[in-house]
């Protein structure tokens, strides 16, 4: 089989971490590509038992999947193993996880830059979570980043610490009065990492080439979202990262044109967390409503989440992005009960009507956004299961979604639980009888 991707079509928070546990148990392996413990996944499985993942896939909960950590991922050991203790306190195996040997660290010199960093940019402050990700990156593009196959190399790993702190040091004490780190307490700290790690270390490219050769199932698991892209997404307030299509197999190591199906999830109204441009960012009752329905709490940072009407303009540029062949459609549910629904189709900067992502930083700031108005519903949906049992303005409201994005919708979410969906097309074929 060749490989599927999986990634957010908004500014994250869609919900694929459902959509990754609702095909885990058809896919053999589940490996995140990008992104850190800045990302969280909530899963909540048929026993009403609620995960909170950060960097673990979304596939550990999955048995039959063998989950990856990729070259593209940074890593905070501390976190990781917090998280698979955590996951194992609660029956879940987590002893198959593989790390690619090429993925970055991040290290205390990150986690403190970051936070004294975004603390001295004030009012133009980014809204990192502070956990170290950008400086991270900023090491491995600089080529002073550290790696998880030095963990396997006490000599390697003091010599290149021991060189990077030189600098690191010099920022944290001169510029931001801060203390500086040691060289010695890290070495031992990461080698203790290095001891229940190692065994998880791996060429994880050459694993997945085998697989895909095996005609096993490879579902990469996208973290953040195609509008917080490094290249494409709101810059400057965007992640660390590439969370789009291409991004999935420079994280990975997977060729292109072994990708078969480009899966986006992409929530029935819009949010965002952190600072940024929000056209349709509602501070009314509607807005109010979405929030606490939703639950629109930051799984990572428990933020609130800023909340809007459904961008088609941000869902047809990522369709055209990544390529998108299938959109799951999470939350719908959220909007039953609203008198009327609103799509924004276009903006309107300068008195223009735009239908494509603004070209400029400037423009997107200044962009309002242009409605449909659509009739809403009253009926729960949480039990509806197929395309028929849909209410018929919900089904307006998802055909027009469609036809704006132009990709089908194979999958709507109508509720929190792993069974909550409605089927329209299957994301993979039907399993086979046993």
């Known amino acids: 089989m060749p490989a599927i991707v999986l990634l957010g079509a908004q500014w994250g928070d869609e919900g694929k971490g459902k959509v990754t546990d609702l095909l885990g148990a058809r896919v053999d392996y589940v490996v995140r590509y990008s992104g850190g413990n800045n990302a969280g996944h909530t899963v909540i499985t048929p026993d009403g038992q609620k995960y909170k993942l950060h960097l673990m896939p979304s596939g550990a909960l999955s048995p039959n999947a063998t989950t990856v950590l990729g070259n593209g991922v940074v890593i905070d050991p501390k976190v990781l193993l917090e998280e698979m203790d955590g996951l194992a306190a609660r029956g879940v195996d987590t002893s198959g996880l593989l790390i690619s040997g090429d993925a970055h660290l991040i290290m205390p010199h990150h986690r403190a830059l970051d936070r004294v960093v975004e603390r001295y940019l004030g009012k133009a402050r980014i809204g990192t979570t502070g ?100 290249d494409h997404g709101t810059y400057p307030f965007v992640t660390s990262s590439n969370p789009v299509t291409a991004g999935a197999c ?68 990522a369709v055209r992005l990544n390529g998108i062949t299938d959109l799951v459609v999470t939350k719908l549910d959220v909007l039953s009960g609203l008198p009327k629904v609103r799509i924004c189709v276009a903006y309107e900067i300068g008195g223009e009507r735009v239908e494509t992502m603004p070209t400029t930083q400037t423009a997107f700031h200044h962009a309002t956004p242009i409605y449909e108005e659509l009739d809403g519903w009253w009926e729960d949906i949480t039990k509806a299961r197929t395309w028929s049992d849909v209410p018929a303005n919900a089904r307006r409201f998802l055909e027009r979604v469609e036809e704006l994005c132009g990709a089908r919708i194979s999958v709507a979410g109508v509720g929190p639980g792993r069974d909550e969906n409605v089927i329209r097309h299957h994301l993979l074929p039907p399993a086979p009888p046993r």
């Open 131 to 230: 956990r170290g990700i950008g400086p991270a990156y900023g090491d491995k593009v600089a080529r002073t980043g550290i790696r998880a196959q030095d963990l396997l190399d006490p000599g390697i790993l003091r010599q290149k610490l021991e060189l990077v702190l030189r600098e690191k040091n010099q920022v944290l004490t001169k510029v931001y009065n801060r203390k500086a780190i040691d060289v010695d307490a890290v070495v031992e700290e990461y080698l203790a990492y290095a001891g229940r790690l190692r065994g998880h270390i791996a060429d994880t490219r050459a694993v997945l080439w085998d697989a895909l050769d095996r005609g096993d199932t490879v579902l990469m698991e996208g973290a953040q979202a195609t509008m917080l892209d490094l």
């Open 250 to 317: 420079v994280g990975t190591g997977i060729p292109p044109a072994r990708v078969s199906q480009v899966i986006g999830v992409i929530k029935a109204y819009t949010t965002r967390v952190g600072s940024g441009p929000f056209p349709t960012e509602l501070f009314d009752e509607a807005g109010a409503h979405l929030l606490k329905v939703g639950d629109e709490y930051g799984t990572t940072t428990g933020r609130e989440r800023r909340c809007g009407w459904f961008d088609a303009v941000v869902g047809r540029f």
